[in-house]
């Protein structure tokens, strides 16, 4: 069991400075600093004053990212009081999922020393409460996750909290839309937590074999439909891609799927399928990386923790419509048998592909989950999500997924998605002329084009496996692997798109 799944969560409609708490955490933006009636004067007065002059004192402006902590003495039910800057965001970030609400309460929670986490909501409108609460609880819980797996006992750090409130107005307290929004909240995080696990494992302990059973257990505790195919079953569903990247390795490779199968008429509709790319190790293969690029390749089987990781999410939500989650993994290797540049591969559907880079495997594992997919599942929607590419981090920077396919209502579900989660997301085009690159003297395709535009180029290369199903791709080099701690998100392995990937579930119309 994580930590986050270990943490008791409540709705408060308490007043907040009558909360009994280790910390009491409040969201300010810039604005109510100096607002002579606002909930800061009450709460400078009970403080003798002195919250104020710390706030002076400390230079505190409310900006995105501040945080000033005191000691009540005794002056307030709660021993600490904390003060989460939210910039000129006086509505939370509402256009942006709440986001920096999200990280706000991230940030308290890592302020806080045990006992209760209270975190108050800042004043919105009764409609945006439930929202806003889900976000404050899946920051919170999220900023409490610590990954020490490797580290002694004595050497692991205490828990932050044991027990959050989430502070709504009174009545809103006991609204079923806000209590079920702050569930959620809690399901999620404890989803992310799950990824962020697998992701941050060594590469020799989360093997293919590992992520497969990791996979099945999570399918078995959540009522999912769950098959594992190994090696031989791999090679007779004709994945030539697949096989040829495994070839280096001695681990063996497995082939992963996940069902959500609805009752009664509803499992015939057209599923939604979700892959995710799952190379458990990425030396480069026989185009081996230099050393610094290895160092974080433990964590390029991110985007299959984040679908496995949804599929427990979609399994309590119940869809009515069926779900597929489902991935490919293996190591690239450079073994006496690795595949070589020059070889050239034929996939599922019967394309052949000239090998020049073999550090460009994981298009060629996705574009047979992807044409293995459209064939047997016929989808209504199919979206991968892999960290594919440094060009889309030279693009985007480390925070933001490349969100690339074919305009369409999959495309633009999954940017919607994106931003009621509060994941960030830009949609970059698939300029036709980049397609150009991919086209091979002795093949049907080559598995690289020039190095200018590369996040595209892997996209087209993709597309032309998904044959005309309605399909989006998620980028997620980026924001997969933090390099250091930033709110709610850890140093580490992220979990980086499950949200958005129930979010495109949860607002997924059936056809």
Not at 85 to 103: K, S, T
Not at 190 to 208: I, Q
Not at 458 to 485: C, M, V, Y
Request: hydrophobic share 50%; charged share 20%; net charge positive.
């Amino acid at each position: 069991m994580s930590r986050t799944e270990a943490i008791a969560v409540d709705v408060s409609g308490a007043a907040p400075l009558s909360i009994r708490a280790g910390l009491l955490a409040i969201p300010v933006a810039a604005g109510e600093l100096g607002d002579r009636r606002g909930r800061l004067r009450e709460l400078d007065r009970r403080l003798g004053g002195h919250l104020l002059a710390a706030v002076r004192a400390e230079r505190f402006e409310a900006k995105a990212g501040e945080l000033l902590v005191l000691p009540t003495l005794g002056r307030l039910p709660a021993e600490r009081v904390a003060l989460l800057g939210m910039g000129a965001r006086a509505d939370g970030g509402e256009e942006a999922g709440f986001e920096p609400l999200r990280m706000a309460a991230g940030r308290a929670a890592r302020a806080a020393r045990g006992g209760l986490l209270a975190v108050a909501l800042p004043e919105l409108a009764p409609g945006r409460i439930a929202a806003a609460a889900r976000a404050v609880a899946e920051g919170a819980l999220l900023g409490a996750y610590r990954f020490e797996a490797y580290r002694r006992e004595a050497k692991r750090a205490p828990r932050p909290f044991d027990r959050l409130a989430v502070v709504v107005p009174g009545p809103q307290a006991r609204a079923a839309e806000v209590r079920a929004a702050v569930e959620l909240g809690g399901a999620l995080a404890g989803a992310v937590a799950w990824a962020r696990d697998l992701v941050n494992l060594g590469p020799s302990e989360c093997t293919p074999t590992r992520l497969a059973s990791a996979a099945a257990r999570l399918a078995a505790d959540a009522g999912l439909e769950c098959t594992v195919r190994g090696p031989r079953q791999i090679a007779a569903l004709g994945m030539g891609m697949f096989q040829g990247v495994t070839r280096g390795s001695a681990e063996a490779p497995r082939l992963v799927t996940l069902v959500h199968r609805p009752r009664g008429a509803a499992a015939r509709r057209r599923p939604v399928v979700l892959i995710g790319k799952a190379i458990t190790f990425d030396s480069g293969g026989l185009s081996l990386k230099p050393t610094e690029s290895m160092v974080t390749m433990h964590s390029d089987m991110a985007g299959s923790a984040a679908v496995v990781a949804a599929m427990k999410v979609v399994a309590a939500l119940a869809p009515p419509f069926p779900v597929v989650g489902l991935f490919g993994a293996c190591e690239n290797m450079p073994g006496g048998r690795a595949y070589k540049p020059s070889d050239v591969l034929t996939a599922f559907d019967g394309q052949t592909v000239e090998v020049t880079n073999t550090d460009a495997e994981g298009r060629l594992v996705l574009g047979d989950l992807l044409a293995w997919a459209a064939a047997t599942w016929k989808p209504a929607a199919m979206i991968d999500v892999a960290t594919l590419t440094g060009a889309c981090m030279v693009a985007l920077g480390p925070t933001t997924a490349g969100l690339l396919g074919p305009d369409g209502p999959v495309v633009d579900a999954v940017a919607a998605a994106a931003r009621r989660a509060g994941e960030d997301v830009w949609r970059l085009p698939l300029v036709e002329a980049l397609a150009e690159q991919l086209k091979s003297e002795r093949a049907d395709l080559k598995n690289t084009g020039d190095r200018m535009g590369g996040a595209i180029s892997a996209a087209h290369f993709l597309a032309a496996f998904a044959r005309g199903t309605p399909w989006a791709h998620l980028d997620i080099a980026g924001p997969s692997h933090a390099a250091k701690e930033r709110g709610y998100v850890p140093a580490g392995g992220t979990g980086f798109a499950v949200r958005t990937l129930v979010e495109f579930v949860r607002g997924w119309k059936p056809t």
